[in-house]
């Protein structure tokens, strides 16, 4: 069973977690699970986890899947950490290994019919780049599949995606971590990142041009005003539009260091409202596609004045999921809670989505 989100100064000791708990290099930090004491919970807050999911039976039943295995997920992780660091002390690179997780992603996503993206990864904030790096990737394919690539190109695309910020390796972390904004001595030193990447896998053994422009123009813009070649329209490769896509996405919805997340309605209107001048529009509207505006666990208020807890959403009616209905119009709570399918009731939809917490 899975509930809402809750951030960590809202969770107390008893609580049990209900989805796993990811350290900054794909390590569960907390399995699922485990009743929170306060050692963990203190833990949990030195290595900077923001929120995590907690089980209520409320929702009792209710499942969120991840749209890759578990163990892929932390096998991308680590392969990323272990390819970055590698590049950073000019050691050689297991391509082999690389192509074996590249597969294993695209493959899993393949054999899902109905790929929706609804989970929030649960993560620490102290060292993001490795994890980001992989939820890039998997969102990528899956717009790649919605777009109808093909096998091939499906895996050059996870390939790009998944190092489309290699060259951040050869980055000062004083810049790459810095929490306050960049002066512009800085930001020009960051922005050479795409080059640095770019150089970084040109050279590697197997891997393509094609690969290696993903991280070039990963922060091009459609209306040519991005970096570091300022190249517009179609011009930038087809493969790098779909990862700008994907990467803006998944910066604005995680929890970092300094920065709120966005809710994945927030991040879409955001996307929407720069299709056509930072990104490609079509591609935007494919994104649109495999992500669930009111994700599973989302607090909802309904415009009939009641609140409940999304507890199903549809690839194909991204607005109009099922709630599970938990408080009245005076905000008691109902005994037992009842589901509402908007599917079915047009006349019935979400007005606001609550705070996590």
Sequence with gaps: ????????????????????????????????????????????????????????????????????????????????????????????????????????????LLSNNNIIVQVLEIRALNDHTFSHSVNVAVLSVITGIALGFDYKKLKDLALGALFHDIGKTLMPESILFKTEPLTQKEEEIWKKH????????????????????????????????????????????????????????DKMTTYQIGQPRMKPFQAIEVLIGNSGKFFDADIVRAFLGIIAIFPIGSKVTLNIGVKGIVIEAYKNYPTRPKVRVLTDKNGEKIFPPYDIDLTDMPEICIIKVEEEG
């Design 194 to 249: 795409p080059l640095l990447g770019f150089d970084i896998l040109r050279k590697l053994p197997t891997i393509n041009l094609t690969n290696a422009h993903i991280a070039l123009e990963h922060h091009e813009r459609y209306d040519g005003k991005g970096f570091p070649r300022g190249l517009s329209g179609n011009v930038i490769s087809e493969l790098a539009r779909v990862v700008t896509v994907c990467n803006q996405y």
């Design 1 to 108: 069973m899975i509930t809402k989100v809750l951030q960590l100064n809202h969770v107390r000791e008893g609580m049990k977690v209900a989805k796993s708990i990811y350290g900054p290099h794909g390590e569960i930090l907390l399995a699922a699970g485990v009743s929170l004491n306060s050692f963990y919970i203190k833990r949990l807050e030195e290595m900077e986890v923001a929120a995590i999911y907690i089980e209520d039976e409320a929702t009792e039943g209710i499942v969120i899947n991840d749209v890759i295995s578990e163990k892929t997920r932390i096998e991308a992780i680590k392969l990323t950490k272990e390819c970055m660091n590698n590049i950073k002390l000019q050691s050689s690179v297991d391509v082999a290994k690389v192509n074996q997780v590249i597969t294993d992603i695209v493959d899993e």
